[in-house]
């Protein structure tokens, strides 16, 4: 059985966990309870020993897809030889009441529905069920309640499925076969838990009593999602595509904690042939940081204020440092391999947990200051009482680590697993978080996060900073600024730090370094991080935040049309639901690495408010100020 590209596989999930589903309407991927919890489908990694949900029909001739407008419900419509069904695939999030001041917006209910329905014709053919538990390490059992209703157990978990048809057990697995006639249905609903938690239950219905449950609790999901669309403030030439990677970065938050993930699954490889396979199901301090900067851009400040109170709660030391890594709960695990399972077309080792945890990246003070400066600034300097509380003390010990550390070698932006280096990407974003840090403090009204002297020594030192790596990372005989202090290697992180002003695009130096970039980590369109020897196997695809760096950099040079065409040519690079993985592989188009990746779709809002606030004639950076709505984006 050959395994599906990347890009087949959709994206559906409750703000608790994802599943993934193949165009085929295969769901090879969930983890449950949490994002990071342990998968009990993972065909995606192993689609003979990994778990998996299928649907499969007789006769199929063709298959399209697409999201509900404003939602992340997916629907798949099959044609076939003799009719036509609709797959509607959610994981049900209903709307409070009220919404709390924090904490979930929208209640969880645990659970995948499959609403499947014959709208033309006649279809046949037969659901296949088979979850493995704890990343298939341990044995799964099944035992039927009744003809429609089965209960998984292994490993200490458990799952419930209950079906319009009957199913049948054998060997840990369940099928069910079906004959529909035009407006007959064959849902499916899988259920996270023995015993259900919800407000509502599957386990008394069948029949119509569970098509009446679907349809109640789709509708439900369907307000949720499109009223949280519908708070989206921009309105610009690309807001489809704005929409969506906002639904999708949504999707990688966690209610319950606030948390933000940086992809919804692990272990699909960077590299073909290679062994760059990582879990990126962990909230990194700098990816969060973005994705709040994202959502801000978009009028969603309460998500940013979500993510300060995952900080503020998962911080036992009360602000006085930040990890480069969080798990959603407890200590980020230790990094292991599951040597049980092939990997991604044969790519192995499958990872689980992150070494990279470990690592010092003292960039992430500078992207979390520009996270909080922009909401700040969002709010009017006038944030919930909880963040208000915590502000100056935050502010003087985020301002002290990044004093300590300025001299400091670290292992840089891209977690290369060597030694340490003076990264200069570092270097720019510590003298960007100085810089915010006085804006902050400047724009507080009470005047109250720093006296003047504290300004000044934040000031002095910032202008010492940026002197040293204009100066130091200069490389003359390269002709561009590099990696690190000493380096010939190019890194396309220096489009980044353009981007927030850590360096002059107009000056004559930074644009002789993105000629260079181009020309050296180019690939048409694409852009690789850097072209060295990492110490791992197999050459990495392109990285496809750089190439929409590259489109903020020619926009801040008022090269605008060239900005935008490229902006477009490389939405065409997503699949056809605008999902991006985190690379993209140069020869082929393919994509590579964990899907769906934030930091590409945190790149894509950025950059189309960029592209508005260029069209508007305005000169910004990658900051919440520069919002697009209807009345900023000229017609």
């Not at 919930?384 to 550390?405: C, F, M, Q, S, Y």
């Not at 003359?476 to 850590?502: I, K, N, Q, W």
Request: aromatic share 8%.
């Amino acid at each position: 059985m050959t395994d599906k590209p990347i890009a087949d596989y959709a994206v559906i999930g409750d703000t608790c966990t994802t599943a993934l589903i193949a165009r085929d309407g295969s769901l090879d991927w969930l983890c449950w309870p949490r994002h990071d919890g342990p998968a009990v489908f993972l065909a995606l990694l192993d689609r003979e020993r990994g778990g998996t949900c299928r649907l499969a029909l007789d006769g199929l001739t063709g298959v399209t897809r697409r999201y509900l407008p404003g939602t992340n419900i997916l629907e798949t419509t099959f044609v076939t030889a003799t009719g036509r069904a609709v797959l509607t695939d959610f994981m049900p999030l209903h709307p409070h009441e009220a919404v709390p001041e924090e904490g979930p917006d929208g209640h969880a209910q645990g659970r995948v529905v499959r609403r499947l329905a014959c709208i033309a014709g006649r279809v046949s053919g037969h659901w296949f069920l088979r979850p493995t538990f704890d990343y298939a390490r341990a044995p799964t059992e099944a035992v039927a309640a009744s003809e429609t209703q089965l209960r998984f157990h292994g490993g200490g978990d458990a799952i419930r499925a209950a079906c319009a048809v009957p199913l049948t057990l054998r060997e840990g697995a369940a099928e069910g076969g079906f004959a529909l006639t035009s407006g007959a249905r064959a849902d499916l609903v899988i259920a996270h838990g023995a015993k259900h938690h919800g407000a509502e239950s599957e386990d008394d219905a069948a029949g119509e009593g569970l098509t009446a449950e679907v349809d109640a609790s789709l509708a439900a999901t369907r307000a949720y999602w499109e009223a949280w669309s519908d708070r989206c403030t921009y309105e610009g030439p690309y807001r489809e595509s704005v929409l969506r990677s906002a639904l999708t970065l949504k999707l990688l938050t966690h209610g319950p904690s606030g948390g933000i993930v940086a992809a919804a699954t692990a272990g699909l490889p960077e590299a073909v042939p290679g062994n760059r396979n990582y879990d990126y199901r962990y909230v990194w301090m700098r990816d969060a940081s973005f994705t709040v900067t994202a959502f801000v851009n978009l009028g969603y400040d309460r998500e940013a204020a979500e993510f300060l109170r995952f900080l503020r709660e998962a911080d036992t030391s009360r602000g006085r440092d930040l990890h480069l890594m969080y798990a959603l709960k407890g200590p980020v695990p230790q990094e292991e391999t599951l040597d049980h399972l092939r990997g991604w077309r044969g790519v192995a080792p499958v990872r689980i947990g992150n070494a990279a945890a470990d690592q010092d990246q003292y960039d992430i003070y500078g992207e979390f200051l520009v996270a909080l400066h922009g909401y700040l600034e969002a709010v009017d300097y006038d944030p919930p009482v909880k963040v208000n509380d915590h502000l100056p003390e935050a502010l003087g010990h985020l301002t002290n680590h990044i004093l300590r550390a300025r001299h400091a070698p670290d292992h840089g932006l891209w977690e290369m697993r060597t030694e340490k280096r003076q990264s200069l990407h570092t270097k720019a974003m510590l003298w960007v978080g100085l810089d915010r840090a006085v804006q902050i403090a400047r724009a507080d009204p009470k005047h109250r996060l720093a006296d003047a002297a504290t300004i000044a020594t934040w000031e002095r030192a910032a202008a010492e900073i940026r002197d040293e790596y204009h100066t130091r990372g200069w490389n003359p005989s390269r002709g561009a600024y590099t990696m690190a202090y000493g380096s010939d290697d190019l890194d396309a992180a220096v489009l980044r730090a353009a981007l927030f002003d850590a360096f002059d695009p107009h000056d004559p130096r930074v644009a002789a370094t993105l000629e260079r970039v181009g020309a050296e980590l180019g690939a048409g369109d694409l852009v690789y991080r850097y072209r060295i020897d990492d110490g791992l196997e197999g050459d990495e695809a392109t990285f496809t935040a750089c190439a929409f760096w590259r489109v903020g950099c020619l926009a801040l040079a008022g090269r605008n049309a060239e900005a935008a065409a490229l902006f477009e040519r490389l939405l065409a690079r997503g699949n056809d639901l605008g999902l991006f993985a985190e690379e993209i592989d140069a020869q082929t188009g393919e994509q590579r690495g964990n899907l769906p990746q934030g930091f590409t779709h945190m790149a894509v809002i950025n950059h189309a408010v960029r592209l508005a606030a260029a069209r508007d004639g305005q000169t910004r950076t990658d900051e919440p100020d520069c919002r697009a709505d209807a009345e900023t984006v000229p017609a």
